[in-house]
Nanobody, 122 residues
Framework: QLQLVESGGGLVQPGGSLRLSCAAS????????IGWFRQAPGKEREGVSC????????NYADSVKGRFTISRDNAKNTVFLQMNSLNPEDTAAYYC???????????????WGQGTQVTVSS
């Protein structure tokens, strides 16, 4: 059974860091690009970052460029999102999703995790 499971969320002070993980099982992991999305209360889900199946290509939303880094370890079927210099505007539920190639569009992703909450507050 195909499954994506996010972890690593929590409460952090402004300026702090968190590392999110997305662990996958039940499908051919190496064939899929993985995207990270986030959704704040009352807002639409938005793309944060994506990494290609090979890991050689990455992209980022303008709001997180220079602060977030996406990476993947195909041997462990895991994608990471390192988030630095966090600010309150980064507060949201964060989701990982899989499809064959990166896309900025939520509706184009085939598989989704259940999400992990990130709260940035003093």
């Amino acid at each position: 059974q195909l499954q994506l499971v996010e972890s690593g969320g929590g409460l952090v002070q402004p300026g702090g860091s968190l590392r999110l993980s997305c662990a996958a099982s039940g499908f051919t992991w190496e064939d899929y690009a993985i995207g990270w999305f986030r959704q704040a209360p009352g807002k639409e889900r938005e793309g944060v970052s994506c990494i290609s199946s090979s890991g050689r290509s990455t992209n980022y939303a303008d709001s997180v460029k220079g602060r977030f880094t996406i990476s993947r370890d195909n041997a462990k079927n895991t994608v990471f999102l390192q988030m630095n210099s966090l600010n309150p505007e980064d507060t949201a539920a964060y989701y990982c999703a899989a499809r064959l190639s990166c896309s900025a569009y939520v509706y184009e992703y085939d598989y989704w995790g259940q999400g992990t909450q990130v709260t940035v507050s003093s």
